[in-house]
């Protein structure tokens, strides 16, 4: 290419580039007849349309544009496009029209624009989940479920869901699941007492008393330290630090400690107080028998995340009648950041009435609380535990200080 050519095109470029780069307001080029002469007029605003040319005496005159009509960007036409008419059948409108935008509309909820028609989003089969929901634009996406998840439905909402970890819930895995169906759990000797709950609400009352108000950085390594028997090993420790939260940790700690020292006398005796109470809530809540709504409605009643309605049908499969709301209250502690259950079965007391409760079951859960609040039990763990590990925790308190 000669030298010329090449200064012709950098040339051309750079010409090209100057007259399309526009200023602001911007501006387009007019003759003025009665001047005779090119002027740089201002272009007329969104929402607006052009009533007359800029002159050599004034600037450009537009006008708003009239009623159902309009402008979007700015111009130098001298009328305003008419809005849309309304909206077509399985449409609502999503904006009305203004000055300065034309009316949008939308598919209604559960369909999407395909070539001017509203239809419905696509359902994914048993084996898919949903990877992408279906927006009144685009339709819906599905994806087949990957291992370690599965769906058992057809929706156009649920994604695939993780199979259930039978061993978190402290059972026993009969049958793998596949894309379309579940894990499938049964219950063992020693998990069918307590049906796979992490920490009873009598172990939480227990173990409230060795948290304390407010946590310190290093305070599960203290507690380590000063638990009699059979050490916690460090690599415990850290697992339940990086799993669990603050709170968790301290009972997840306590529950590997009394398992590692269960022959221990003061072990043995702790044991044997945290049955006895656990005999005296059964007693209390384990006849209650409550159908499926109850359940339901007991856990809505509960503050904070809500257990799972698919939580709630698994616990009933695998949990016996007079062991499922105990199950349940333990989910909803866990996912409520370990918050603490009574207070929960308080708050959810008040709203009970709403979901007409039998008189017993609301009696039997009074009952429950009083007795785990009781001054008596408060003793006994006092007695039992703190004592047993207070005045070394209060020495490597007071050495902080």
Same mark, same amino acid.
């Given at each position: 290419?000669? #030298? ?19 200023? *602001? ?19 007329? @605003? ?24 309009? %402008?979007?960007? #700015? ?10 008419? /309304? ?5 609502? &409108? ?55 998840? *599965? ?40 998990? %069918? ?6 920490? %009873? ?13 407010? *946590? &310190?950085?290093? #305070? ?16 415990? /420790? ?11 940790? &301290? ?28 005999? @005296? /809530? ?24 809500? /257990? ?6 698994? $616990? ?15 989910? #909803? ?28 079951? $609301? ?11 009781? *001054? ?26």
């Amino acid at each position: 290419m000669s #030298w010329w050519l090449c200064c012709a095109l950098v040339f051309l470029d750079i010409s090209i580039k100057w007259t399309t780069q526009e200023t *602001f307001p911007p501006k387009y080029l007019h003759y003025d007849p009665d001047s005779g002469r090119q002027l740089m007029c201002e272009k007329c @605003s969104p929402g607006t349309y052009l009533k007359q040319h800029c002159t050599a005496r004034g600037n450009t005159l537009c006008l708003p544009c009239p009623e159902h009509s309009y %402008t979007d960007s #700015w111009h130098t036409s001298d009328e305003c496009v008419y809005c849309s008419p /309304v909206c077509k059948e399985l449409q609502h &409108t999503k904006q009305e029209c203004n000055r300065t935008h034309n009316r949008v509309c939308e598919c209604e909820a559960g369909r999407y624009l395909e070539l001017e028609f509203c239809l419905k989003h696509r359902s994914c089969p048993p084996g898919l989940g949903v990877a992408q929901a279906g927006t009144p634009e685009r339709n819906t996406v599905c994806k087949r479920c990957p291992d370690g998840f *599965f769906s058992n439905e057809t929706s156009s909402k649920a994604p695939c869901r993780k199979h259930t970890n039978c061993s978190f819930l402290g059972l026993l895995l009969t049958q793998k699941g596949n894309s379309t169906h579940d894990n499938v759990c049964s219950g063992n000797r020693e998990s %069918t007492q307590k049906c796979g709950i992490d920490v %009873t609400l009598c172990e939480e009352a227990f173990f409230r008393f060795a948290l304390p108000t407010k *946590f &310190t950085p290093n #305070w599960l390594n203290v507690l380590v330290d000063n638990l009699p028997g059979t050490k916690v090993k460090a690599e415990s /420790v850290e697992r339940i630090k990086r799993r669990h939260s603050s709170q968790e940790q &301290t009972f997840q700690l306590l529950k590997l400690w009394k398992h590692q020292n269960k022959d221990q006398d003061m072990v043995k005796k702790i044991i044997q107080d945290i049955d006895l109470c656990e005999n @005296s /809530v059964q007693r209390h809540m384990g006849h209650a028998n409550l159908t499926y709504e109850q359940l339901l409605g007991l856990m809505e009643s509960l503050p904070g995340k809500k /257990v799972s309605t698919e939580d709630i049908e698994r $616990t009933r499969k695998t949990c016996r009648a007079n062991e499922q709301l105990l199950k349940l209250l333990s989910l #909803w502690r866990i996912k409520n950041g370990d918050q603490d259950t009574l207070k929960g079965l308080m708050h959810a007391l008040k709203h009970l009435k709403t979901y007409h409760f039998p008189k017993t079951v $609301t009696h039997s859960l009074r009952k429950t609380i009083r007795f785990l609040h009781s *001054f008596t039990m408060y003793r006994l763990y006092q007695k039992l535990f703190l004592e047993m590990i207070g005045n070394q925790v209060q020495s490597v308190k007071i050495s902080c200080l």
